[in-house]
């Protein structure tokens, strides 16, 4: 398994603005993803972060608005550029750690934009 | 194209069992997952299936047939505790989960 850590655990955003979000891991990982939660439904994947190349986004999703950094194996950031209140959700990282590639997931992010 | 059904929501008695339902269609197999969610809280990982069978681990068990696209998470001596939302995602071909909507469960005293 692994600990992961997410900060900050919530805010509330004025429209036009940029939230970062950033997620710690206590052991050293592949693989860390991106997601995002509406109150009351399923996980939708933003991004999958390999260090050392690119972040791959799934579709609807862009670099644009959702730049991703992987500077190390336990580290990656996250940031919600030019929000709007479409974009408050709740924001989940999660690492591939198991031995059977279960994800364990961060905290979340609470994010209100207004 | 990717798809995972599972029930809205559940109700059941306390100390009852409850069995919740998970069916599947994706590209490809490597796996079945299931997760537990409070509210406001994330997912944590419950079990994994990735050959037919049943899985049991304490009070759950993890049924899998992969002819049929189909598992069960099935839930003993429920507690009040167990009130939560319970997450199918099966991983496909490309090592990609794929995520049920999830089922939320009510545990009535």
């Known amino acids: 398994s692994a600990v992961i850590s997410q900060k900050p655990s919530r805010d509330i955003c004025q429209r036009g603005t940029s939230l970062t979000i950033q997620c710690q891991v206590d052991?050293?990982?592949?693989?860390m993803f991106w997601y995002r939660q509406q109150p009351g439904q399923s996980l939708t994947l933003i991004a999958t972060?390999?260090?050392?190349?690119?972040?791959?986004?799934e579709s609807g999703f862009v670099i644009d608005k959702f730049p991703i950094s992987r500077p190390n194996l336990t580290f990656s950031t996250l940031t919600v550029s030019n929000m709007s209140p479409e974009d408050s959700s709740i924001y989940l990282c999660?690492?591939?750690?198991?031995?059977?590639?279960?994800?364990?997931f961060g905290p979340g992010t609470r994010l209100t934009v207004t | 194209g990717q798809n995972i059904d599972q029930p809205t929501e559940m109700t059941a008695t306390e100390g009852a069992i409850v069995q919740i339902n998970c069916t599947y269609q994706?590209?490809?197999?490597?796996?079945l997952f299931w997760y537990q969610q409070h509210a406001g809280e994330a997912p944590t990982f419950l079990s994994y299936?990735?050959l037919d069978g049943l899985e049991e681990k304490g009070r759950f068990s993890s049924f899998l047939s992969r002819s049929k696209g189909y598992s069960y998470l099935l839930l003993k001596e429920l507690q009040m505790k167990d009130s939560a939302s319970y997450l199918c995602?099966?991983?496909?071909?490309?090592?990609?989960?794929?995520w049920g909507a999830g089922t939320k469960l009510i545990i009535k005293p």
């Open positions: 999660s690492v591939s750690a198991g031995d059977s590639g279960e994800q364990y």
């Open positions: 052991s050293q990982v592949t693989m």
């Open positions: 972060a390999n260090q050392g190349s690119e972040a791959t986004y």
């Open positions: 994706t590209s490809g197999f490597n796996g």
């Open positions: 299936n990735v």
């Open positions: 995602a099966v991983m496909d071909s490309n090592y990609q989960l794929i």
